[in-house]
């Protein structure tokens, strides 16, 4: 800004400078006539006025240009204005880092003035994922009785093909400010899920410690106790946290919550659900009639409703205050209540069946006991039925009730066994050898996620006198009883190909090396022929 004005001074004294030195070099000669005076005199104005009119078009340039910089300097306070409307990453962070910068949170939130980097999330676990289809929030609290956590993120993660979880992200926010819980939290979800973690389909984030208000202020209403309207609170805070960290992340965001399980096939109908609906102006779908369980939004609207939560969050439930927004929205006060129902019913499209069911007894208000369910949630496919090749099923493990091998095998039940031992096998025994190109064995399903296989391999035993001299070679690792071992059980899951090498095969088995400390179940049995 310093260069224009030097340089307007610097033409200003040249034009001076040069008008000085003409009006001095008129020839003062008392001989000579007043006519050729009069000549060069007017001679040397013409060139002056050109000069003049050089230094006048310089001056309106340098003019424009200070307009320019003025504007320009206008705008990109006004861009940084505009951009102050919730978590946003800067420069210095590392990724997945944010910062809240929306100046309106210290109206509704005073006591953030006095800690300024209480608005930043600690990221526990997670690798900046962005640019998914659908981002899944879970905020999730200490309980005093059970945690239902890693069943959720089971039920959710259980059956999601490659494609499908490179195109999510769930991000567990837990709320709470002592870091020893949110540190074990975070331990738990990497040791149940460390693929997950590692792909960056799992984040962990926490708030800080001055996040919270002085809840003891709280004015109790609406028949409420005092205990119950902090809890409220709290969970208007929680959710509009988890929303704005969100709203970069992808093009949907749900809301979830901790003690839910998820319909399978929930990720394509939701996707497909929303692409359908694109077109119209909801503000959120719903994929659940139970409080704020599956409400889908657009990302782009959530520091709107964040900041809508964030304004209102001492006076009324979450669920009232989304409630409101529709009505602020489209409600005409000078209209009857059924207008202003029909307007509020084209902001919300609702989806059914739906495909999240609340399994949570105990409330995370503590001693509160919850029984909701929702009815349109149906019953859950808790197995995959499939044509196997003819087979004498046999095995060690002991199953429950009537969920046998033999009815899994033939595709009309899942096989539930009692807690395997090292040395258990699960054995096929084939009526004929057959050429088979693979395999699948999915353990657990939607609603007993935990009862899985572990540390348990897949045999195959060749029916060829060839294939089995072929034992010797180090590709193949023997077992025993002429088994070769093609495979073994990962996060629940055995899934490979059989060489054309080791066909025809004349059984299969699995066979357990460890002790368990669960149940062990089997949803899908697949022997490809």
């Known amino acids: 800004m310093r260069f224009y004005p030097y340089k307007l001074a610097c033409l200003l004294a040249f034009g001076c400078f040069v008008s000085v030195t003409w009006i001095k070099s008129i020839p003062s000669d008392e001989g000579s006539t007043v006519m050729p005076d009069l000549q060069i005199l007017y001679k040397r104005l013409l060139v002056a006025e050109e000069l003049g009119g050089q230094v006048s078009q310089d001056l309106s340039s340098i003019l424009e240009q200070l307009k320019n910089l003025s504007k320009t300097g206008n705008d990109t306070y006004l861009y940084s204005v505009h951009n102050r409307t919730g978590f946003k990453e800067t420069e210095k962070q590392p990724t997945g880092l944010q910062t809240f910068l929306q100046p309106n949170i210290y109206i509704f939130m005073p006591h953030l003035r006095h800690h300024p980097g209480s608005l930043v999330p600690n990221v526990v676990l997670g690798q900046g994922r962005r640019g998914v289809s659908m981002v899944l929030g879970?905020?999730?609290?200490?309980?005093?009785?059970?945690?239902?956590?890693v069943n959720t993120l089971s039920s959710l993660l259980f059956s999601l093909t490659s494609s499908q979880c490179q195109d999510l992200l769930i991000i567990v926010f837990v709320a709470e400010t002592n870091l020893d819980y949110v540190n074990g939290v975070a331990e738990t979800i990497m040791k149940n899920?460390?693929?997950e973690v590692q792909s960056g389909l799992l984040e962990v984030i926490s708030p800080s410690q001055h996040y919270y208000p002085d809840f003891a202020s709280l004015k109790e209403t609406f028949g409420d106790s005092k205990e119950r309207v902090k809890w409220r609170t709290k969970q208007n805070l929680d959710f509009s946290f988890l929303m704005l960290y969100a709203q970069d992340k992808g093009m949907f965001y749900v809301q979830l919550e901790d003690d839910v399980v998820a319909k399978s096939g929930y990720y394509d109908e939701m996707k497909a659900y929303a692409t359908n609906e694109a077109s119209k102006p909801w503000l959120y779908l719903e994929f659940s009639q139970l409080g704020f369980i599956g409400k889908m939004f657009r990302t782009r609207d959530l520091p709107?409703?964040?900041?809508?939560?964030?304004?209102?969050?001492?006076?009324k439930p979450i669920d009232w205050l989304l409630d409101h927004i529709l009505w602020v929205k489209v409600c005409n006060p000078e209209k009857n209540d059924k207008h202003c129902t029909e307007q509020k019913a084209l902001l919300k499209q609702r989806y059914k069946p739906s495909l999240f069911q609340h399994v949570g007894l105990h409330s995370s208000l503590p001693g509160k006991l919850q029984h909701l369910k929702d009815k349109d949630f149906g019953k859950q496919t808790l197995y995959k039925a499939h044509?196997?090749?003819?087979?004498?099923?046999s095995s060690t493990l002991k199953h429950y009730q009537t969920h046998s091998l033999k009815s899994a095998y033939e595709g009309r039940d899942f096989f539930w066994a009692i807690t395997p031992l090292q040395g258990d096998y699960i054995l096929f025994n084939f009526s004929q050898p057959v050429y088979t190109s693979g395999y699948l064995f999915r353990s657990g399903n939607i609603e007993t996620n935990g009862d899985k296989f572990f540390n348990t391999t897949v045999e195959v035993l060749p029916s060829s006198v060839l294939a089995r001299h072929k034992l010797a070679n180090p590709h193949y690792r023997e077992s025993g009883n002429g088994f070769i071992i093609v495979g073994e059980f990962v996060n629940g899951l055995a899934e490979g190909k059989i060489e054309a090498a080791l066909q025809p095969v004349s059984a299969l088995r699995l066979v357990v090396h460890s002790d368990s400390d669960v149940w062990a179940l089997l949803s899908e049995i697949l022997i490809k022929v």
């Open 387 to 393: 044509n196997n090749p003819p087979a004498e099923v």
């Open 193 to 195: 899920f460390p693929k």
């Open 304 to 315: 709107m409703i964040a900041e809508f939560f964030l304004m209102f969050h001492r006076d």
């Open 138 to 149: 879970i905020p999730t609290v200490k309980r005093d009785k059970q945690s239902y956590l």
